[in-house]
């Protein structure tokens, strides 16, 4: 029996014009572009998850995220955690 796929989400491939932000983009920002479009990152977020960890929304907007334990996983990306 054939499984039935369906796609939801926005037109694919996306326009030129959907990348029109980029140009505003500071080096960091590129950086974070193409690392949160890696699969290995993906993955290795997707299994830090389980991890407790206290998010709450600060007055200005921003997460607040509050880590339990470290995470050598993210510091492998040069980060303090994954987002």
């Known amino acids: 029996m ?5 796609y939801v989400g926005p037109p694919w491939p996306p326009t030129l014009a959907a990348y ?3 140009r505003t983009l ?3 920002d590129w950086a974070w572009e193409g690392l949160r479009r ?3 990152y993906q993955d290795e977020a ?3 998850l389980k991890v407790i960890q206290d998010t709450t929304r600060l007055e200005s907007g ?3 995220t ?3 334990e470290a995470s050598p996983h993210a ?3 040069a980060l303090r955690s994954f987002r």
């Open 46 to 48: 997707r299994a830090h």
């Open 20 to 22: 029109d932000y980029m």
């Open 38 to 40: 890696d699969p290995v």
């Open 26 to 28: 500071t080096r960091r």
């Open 62 to 64: 921003a997460l607040f």
């Open 2 to 6: 054939y499984r039935v796929r369906h």
């Open 66 to 68: 509050r880590m339990h």
């Open 75 to 77: 510091e492998v990306w």
